[in-house]
Every structure is written in C-alpha cells, then in structure tokens.
C-alpha cells in the first residue's frame, strides 16, 4: 500500500525537476527519495518515471496519476488544517486583500462586525490591484481577496462568485470623443488611452491598452482623475465614476460594442495555505450570503 508521504515525494520531484532538487526541497537523503519513488512503483504496480536519462522525465502513467497525487494532498492539506481550526480558538490575525476599486461602503458594513464579533482578532486591509491580491492569496499573505474574474482556474485556493461589477468607457466632456454619439473601436484608438496596470505591468483583460499612446495607473481613482484633466479616455468601474458622471465633471461614451457598460465578475479567494478558524469560516460565509442577495456589487446610474 502506498503512503501520503511518498505521493508528496512524487509530487515535489515533478515540482522541482529532480530527485535531488527534490530530496534538497523535503531535507532528505537522495538516496531515501528514490528509494521511496521505487516503494511507490512496486505499490501501483506502474512505472512513473523514465530511468533511461539522468533527467527524471514522467512515463504516461506518471503524467495520469499526478493531476491525481496532487489532489490527494490538497485534500490531506484541507483536513490537516480543519483539525488545526477546531483545536484552536479564533484566530488572531486575518488579512484581506481587495482590489481597490471594489471597496465601498456596503462591503465595509458587511465587515465591520467582525469587530464587535472577535475582539481579540487583528483584521488587516490591503488595498491593491486585482492582480497583487490574487499574489497575496497565492503566498499566503492574505487569508482573503476580492478580485476581479479572468476566468482562469484558481490553483492553491479556493474561489467563489460575489456579484458583478459594471464598467464604463469614460472621458471629458471636453475630449473630441464626446462629441460623437456612438463610439466605435476605431474612434477610441485614435486617441490616448488611461490605461490601469498593476505594480507587475499586469493590465486587466477587458481595459488592455488597445491605443498607440497611453498613460498608466494602478488605481482607477486616478485613472479618473487623469480622464478629468482631459489626458484621455479610461475604462472604470462605474461605482467609482457614478459621482464625477453625475456632476458632470466626466461622460460615459456611448460605446458601439458596449453600449451599456462591461460586467465582469466580482470573486473572492480563499487562501489554502491558513488554517480555516471560526473567523475566517465566518468572513467566508458573510460574503456567501451576501452575494446570494445581490446581483451587483456597483451602483446603477
């Protein structure tokens, strides 16, 4: 029968390339290493490795019951740590990571409970780019993040929807766009574009840069204040610009492909990497419930 710790042998030689990569990673004996991945064949019955290169290189069989391996101890992991919780009481300390154009006042209202709820608990804010949050989660130095959604698989931590969250093209009432009553692709490559991107150079997949000339921020607050001081045009998300559109001070263009704005869909993340105690179990199933009452995170204008 094979073992937990050999599976977790077999994965770390795949993550680091080699048996003694691998041994180094686990403070092992090489020796021990491959000793273990034998253990493991004559167990299975199945060859996982190549032996005719110095480079370890996956068989087939390997290559099909990785995906497996990996999830075993993903599993093992979330019981390990579920255990941990119910030793324990609550934690304290517990990080958010949120991107910043997603705070407002009804996700603040949602949170701030947790003051009265676990006093002894330090809750730490990070606000940041969709992108250093999803880092953030990734590491380990948030217990959570609100993102926004590009799709992609969400490896080495959990992952729920919230809502969606509405987009305008936005500009100066004194920028040529506005003049014109529908606006095309064409019309707004003609022009210098605002462009958000975080810290990385990560830009979001529905605002990339699709002008020659542009101006870059990682925050759509002063993306907006560029499009105000007429540098260019910007895509933002319409709780931020709902005010500064209101008073005036900047126009949604009627944009031809997307006359009424983009959604896209607000998520929150779940570090895998933490114990899961009661105040983090609890933040988990505020927003779960929350996003079960609302279909928008953004004002409507």
């Not at 048996?19 to 060859?47: M, P, T």
């Not at 110095?54 to 101890?73: D, F, M, R, V, W």
């Not at 579920?82 to 300390?93: P, R």
């Not at 005010?243 to 949604?252: A, E, L, M, T, W």
Request: with cysteine.
């Amino acid at each position: 029968m094979y073992s937990l710790e050999q599976l977790k042998i077999f994965v770390t030689i795949c993550e680091e390339g080699s048996f003694s990569a691998a041994a180094r990673q686990l403070k092992r004996a090489q020796s021990g290493v491959s000793q273990a991945i034998s253990n493991l064949e004559i167990a299975i019955n199945q060859e996982l490795f190549s032996r005719e290169k110095n480079i370890p290189s996956l068989t087939s069989q390997g290559k099909a019951l990785l995906p497996i391996a990996k999830s075993i101890l993903h599993q093992q992991q979330f019981f390990d740590q579920k255990v941990e919780s119910l030793a324990k009481g609550a934690e304290h300390e517990l990080v958010i990571a949120i991107d910043e154009s997603v705070v407002n006042d009804e996700l603040m209202t949602i949170l701030s409970p947790l003051a009265n709820q676990f006093p002894i608990t330090d809750v730490e804010i990070i606000i940041t780019s969709t992108f250093d949050v999803e880092e953030l989660v990734r590491v380990g130095q948030a217990h959570i993040g609100i993102i926004y959604v590009d799709g992609e698989l969400k490896t080495g931590m959990d992952f729920f929807t919230l809502g969606h969250a509405r987009f305008l093209t936005i500009a100066s009432p004194q920028h040529p766009l506005s003049a014109l009553s529908s606006v095309t692709e064409s019309d707004l490559q003609a022009h210098r574009q605002c462009v958000h991107r975080s810290a990385h150079k990560k830009e979001l997949w529905f605002s990339y840069k699709i002008s020659p000339t542009a101006w870059y921020a990682n925050s759509h607050m002063a993306l907006i204040e560029l499009v105000k001081n007429n540098i260019g045009w910007a895509v933002v998300p319409e709780l931020l610009a709902h005010q500064q559109i209101n008073n005036g001070s900047v126009i949604s263009l009627p944009v031809s492909h997307e006359f009424d704005g983009w959604l896209t869909v607000v998520g929150c993340l779940v570090s895998r990497r933490h114990a899961s105690g009661p105040v983090l179990e609890k933040v988990v199933k505020t927003l779960k419930d929350h996003s079960l009452l609302n279909k928008h995170w953004t004002l409507k204008s």
